[in-house]
Structures are given as C-alpha cells and as structure tokens.
C-alpha cells in the first residue's frame, strides 16, 4: 500500500519559514517525480515545485522562485519543501505528489495534505 505522508505545516506570520516534509512509503523512491502542489479555498490546485528522482533537476511556480527550495533524500525516503519569506497569499492546503513508472505504467499518489496558514 502506497502512502504519502506530509508534515511540518502550521500557523506562521508573513516573512517567516516553515520547512515541509513527506515520508514516501511502498513505491520505489528513488525512481519517483516528487512535486508539492497546493490549493487555496476557490482555487484550483496548482504545482508548487517538482523535483526530478534523482533531484539533478528542480522546477518551481514563478510565484515562489528565490523563497522556495524543494530537496529529497533517497535514503529516507522523504521530499521537503523549504519556504522562506512566507505571504499571506502562500495560504492553502499543501500536497505531496508522487509519479513514476511501474509495469509499463505511470503511477500517480497524493498524500492526504498539510495546511499552512501565513497571517499575522
């Protein structure tokens, strides 16, 4: 069974950090796309950032290029996503999002999300 599981949101005021994690389990990881994608109420979810399985690459949304950094580490198994310089516009609900080749497929999972909530 597949499970993605998020953690590290919370309440934070504009300009602070908070650091994201999600615990990949029953998939290999390290053949995985990891993205954190997030969704505002009234909002379509959007991608975040996404980084490649072997994090030689990384791409990020414009609105969060320069404060926010996405890293993985294979051997925990584990995505973050590190956000500095928090906005009240960078309030939703976060999403950890795995893709990655099994049988001939493409495998797609989501965690159950973490909410992060910039206000002062």
């Known amino acids: 069974q597949v499970q993605l599981v998020e953690s590290g949101g919370g309440l934070v005021q504009p300009g602070g950090s908070l650091r994201l994690s999600c615990v990949a389990s029953g998939l290999t990881f390290s053949r995985s796309d990891m993205s954190w994608y997030r969704q505002a109420p009234g909002k379509e979810r959007e991608l975040v950032a996404r980084?490649?399985?072997?994090?030689?690459?990384?791409n990020y949304v414009d609105s969060v290029k320069g404060r926010f950094t996405i890293s993985r580490d294979n051997a925990k198994n584990t995505v973050y996503l590190q956000m500095n310089s928090l906005q009240p516009e960078d309030t939703a609900v976060y999403y950890c999002?795995?893709?990655?080749?099994?049988?001939?497929?493409?495998?797609?999972?989501w965690g159950q999300g973490t909410q992060v909530t910039v206000s002062s």
């Open positions: 980084i490649s399985s072997t994090g030689g690459s990384a």
């Open positions: 999002n795995a893709v990655g080749p099994r049988g001939g497929l493409w495998y797609n999972y």
